[in-house]
Structure formats: structure tokens, C-alpha cells
């Protein structure tokens, strides 16, 4: 079928044969109808066929039976009979049972190989729409992100982002003067809506590994596109973050891939289910970016399909880029439900011979109002068409089935396990640590000068407590009563020794006559002695 120049959708009652135009593909489409209508079965007959014709395809899986399409179906499934019998009723004869090949993914990495995206690659905008932010708060994480890239801090995961709000936070004063209010407390609203992030699995898809988006446009060896199957049902429990996810995907295929007008046949097609979740509470800047991304994408050679309950659940602007339109059966009960008929039956070309407004109503399973592209690009007048059987398992793989697929597929081991490297949070610590040790080391530095000087001064006061004491000791010595009688004993002693000596003196000199004779030379010769005995 890689030669074919359509695919095959389905017949009318009538026989009339209804096929997509393989060069009009990229021209977008959705799929709507009421649960149980059919929707899921025409999404993986469509994608199968897609796959057969060498186109490359990516879907979401939200109900967790899509992963059947690497399956082929079987004779023995309940649905065999139906299928086969729809095969008939329409001039299938080509339909027989045949698997597509896939390439599983699961952004939580349990059910497929893991998908991540760096934080920079998510942007401002997808990120504030993925927390819920408001005006104020979506103009600081875009200040966050801005200093980050002036600094050249790369924010690759969560903690990278919350570190580097922290940092700003600090810098909070500084910042506001150049971009504006940065307030703690938005900061802080920041920070606690990723946790919230966190608690929702999402620090799961923000790292690296990155995914490589060329991984969507895989051929396998006999030309059949790849099928990849995103496992979903865990992520439907967080809307947002599968939306905005989805949307990241959309945008960074728009980002990479080249210019190439209206192919042969597209690059790629990516299904969105449930894509309501897209457009509920988006503000006005993100339904911008959907619409611009919507209609330029088509130029890179995707085609965009939107599965949904509801028509109107598509903003007009988006609509009106969706060129393939197949309508399964809605249900008017409701005032809004009958709104919704009245809008799907104005989006179709009219067809003298359907009353699409009381048909959408009647529809029974398996059975839609088709309008396609034709191959001058105009479209086909709508026309009640059953859908065509598909030839891949309607149902979910086993546990087994899939780790086998997971296992053999050509993506391997590449992206299995996370890498941590040098970015923004390893660097804002790195400098607050040098910070804290130079602090450290000036406080220490201070500490040693203070210690120095305490010792200095210690050591003068000790010197002059030894002085005065020193001083103190001598007075007390100078003016003991001991000491003024061992200095009158002394010169006592002084005055007798030299009485005596110059007693002797003088009579060795003068001779040895009695004291009455004694001369007068004598006399003066003996106190001349004392004196200077006494002295």
C-alpha cells in the first residue's frame, strides 16, 4: 500500500467509496461522536492505514486499547464476526488481520520508554498553563528563566527550576528594579505548584535524556510506518500535564522539522485524544499558540487530528483548519447537546441527500457522516459512511506482549535511563558554597585577628601587673620593719668593727703607750677609721 495514493475510510450505503487523500492529509481532521459511537475504532483504522501507506504515526492512548494496534486481530475476538461482516457489507477485499509496528512510550516510563524534555525546552508559557499561574506569576517565572539564560544556568528538571526561582527570590530586590515586581510571596506560589507537579508524576518527564523527535518519523524495514503509542490512562489523571505535554510535542515537531509544502504524502500524523483537555480554561495567549502551531505545522508535513465527545469543544479559529471531518453519532437531550448537532451539521459541505442534523442523531455504531479533502482541496460532500474494520487487535496488549515490543523495538535502550549533569541547580550551589566558604574563611580570618589582638593584650597586661608588683615588692621590702633593724644592726656593727680596727691601727702605728698618753696623731687616725667604717 506504500504506493497508494489514498487510504481507504469506508463505503455509503450506496457503495460509494470514501478515501483520504494521502497529499491532503496534512491538511488536519477530527474526529467526533458520543462515547461508544465508534470514535476509538475509526482513530486505530485510520492509524493502521496510515502506517501501511509509509506514514509514520503518533497517538495517544488514553483508555489503554490502542496498544493493541501491534497486534494482529484475531478470528477467535467477539469483534470477529462484526468485522468481517462490515469487511463484506462495504467491498473490503482486501481486509484480513494484520499487526502494525509500534514503538511504545509512557512519560511515567512503566508501560513504554520513558519521553522527557528539558524545563527551557517546555518554555515560560507551557509551564505557567501546566501550574496554573496568573498574570503576575507567569511574568516572574519568565524573569526566572531570563536570568537563568543570561547567567548561563541551564534549567534541565524541576530541581533546576526551583532552584533557580530560590535564586531569585534572594535576588529579589535587584531583579524588581530591572523587570518589574518580583515579589517572595509569587515565588512562593511558584514553588508550591511544583510540588504539586511533582506529586503529579511530572518530575518523571522533565531531564535527560531529551527525546529526539526524529524517534516519530521511523519506517520500519518493509516501508510501514511506525505506529508510536503513548500510554496515557496514568496521564489522563492529570489533565494538564497531558495536555500540555501534547502541545510541547506539537511544538517542538513545528521547531524541528523543515519546511516541505503539501508532500506526497505527510511526515508524519499525530491523533490527540480527548482533545478537549487542550482548550478547557487555556487562556487566550496559549489558544493563540495552538491556532498558529495548528496551522503552520501542515507546512512541516504533519497532519494534526483531533479526537473529541463534542465539535464545539474546538475553538472556531482551530476548526476551521480541520479539513477531514468524521462525525459519529451525537446524542440531543440536552439544549447544549442539540447546540452541538446544529454546529457539527453547519461544518459540513451540504449534501442534497442528507439531513445531516436528523442523521447525527440516528447514526449507529461504527457508522459516521465523512467529509474528506479531495485532491484539489476541496471538500468532499458529507455522506453517512460505515467505517471500515480495522485489521490490528481492538484491545489492549498483555503485560508480556508488551515488554516483548518494548523490548525489540528499534529505540533500544536509549532512553531508559535518566543522566543527571551539571546544570542550573549543581551551579547555584557551587557558587553558594564558595560564598559560604569565603565567609568562613573571613570569619575565621576575623576571629584570628581578634584572638591576636585579645593575646597582645593580655600579654601587656600581664607585663604590667609584673611590673607593678615588682615595684610594689620593693617599697614593701624598702620600709619592713625586719629590714630597718637589720640596717641599724649593721651599722652598729659597722661603728664597733671599726672603733676596733682603728684601735689596733694606732697602737701598731704610735706604739702601745696607755690611753692617757695617747697622742693626738693617734687619736685622729682612729676616727678617721671608724668613719669610714661607719660610712
Known sequence: MDGASDIFVGASGDGKRQALVLRRANRHGLIAGA?????????????????????????????????????????????????????????????????????????FGEQGHPIRATVSEMGPLLLARLMGLNDTQEGVLNVAFHVADQGGLLLLDLDDLQAMLAHCAERASELSVNFGNVSKASV?????????????????????????????????????????VLAADKLMASPRLY?????????????????????????????????????????????????????????????????????????????????????????????????????????????????????????????????LLQDDGAPSPVE???????????GPLTPEERRVLIETNSVGAKYDVAIDRESAEEMLRAKADEASAAALEAEAADDAARDAAAYAKDQARIAKEAERTRIATE???????????????????????????????????????GRRSESMGARLVRGVLGGLFRG
Open 35 to 107: 462515547t461508544g459511537t465508534g470514535k476509538t475504532v475509526t482513530l486505530q483504522g485510520l492509524a493502521e492505514s496510515f502506517s501501511a501507506a509509509g506514514v509514520p504515526v503518533f497517538l495517544s492512548d488514553v483508555k489503554g486499547d490502542l496498544g493493541g494496534i501491534g497486534m494482529a486481530g484475531s478470528p477467535t475476538a467477539k469483534t470477529h464476526a462484526a468485522f468481517a461482516a462490515r469487511a463484506a457489507e462495504i467491498g473490503d477485499t482486501d481486509w484480513r488481520y494484520e499487526a502494525a509496528p509500534v514503538q511504545l512510550w509512557d512519560l
Open 188 to 228: 512562593g506560589t511558584i514553588q508550591r505548584q511544583l510540588l504539586q507537579l511533582r506529586t503529579q508524576g511530572a518530575e518523571h518527564f522533565f531531564g535527560e535524556p531529551a527525546l529526539d523527535m526524529r524517534e516519530f518519523l521511523r519506517v520500519d524495514e518493509e516501508g510501514r510506518g511506525v505506529v508510536n
Open 243 to 371: 495536555a500540555s505535554f501534547l502541545l510541547w510535542l506539537l511544538s517542538e515537531l513545528f521547531e524541528t522539522l523543515p519546511e516541505v509544502g503539501d508532500p506526497d504524502k505527510p511526515k508524519l500524523v499525530f491523533f490527540f485524544d480527548e482533545a478537549h483537555l487542550l482548550f478547557d480554561d487555556a487562556p487566550q495567549a496559549l489558544l493563540d499558540k495552538i491556532e498558529q502551531v495548528v496551522r503552520l505545522i501542515r507546512s512541516k508535513g504533519v497532519g494534526v487530528y483531533f479526537i473529541t465527545q463534542n465539535p464545539i469543544d474546538i475553538p472556531e479559529d482551530v476548526a476551521g483548519q480541520l479539513g477531514n471531518r468524521v462525525q459519529h453519532a451525537l446524542r440531543a437531550f440536552t439544549p447544549k447537546d442539540q447546540k452541538a448537532v446544529r454546529s457539527a451539521a453547519e461544518t459540513f459541505r451540504a449534501n442534497p441527500g442528507v439531513d445531516v442534523a436528523t442523521a447525527i442523531t440516528e447514526l449507529k455504531v461504527g457508522e459516521a457522516l465523512v467529509s
Open 384 to 394: 453517512r459512511t460505515l467505517i471500515r474494520a480495522p485489521r490490528s487487535r481492538v
Open 475 to 513: 617599697r614593701a621590702q624598702a620600709t619592713s620593719p625586719w629590714n630597718r633593724v637589720a640596717e641599724s644592726a649593721s651599722r652598729a656593727a659597722a661603728s664597733s668593727l671599726g672603733r676596733q680596727v682603728a684601735n689596733e691601727v694606732g697602737r701598731e702605728i704610735f706604739g702601745g703607750r
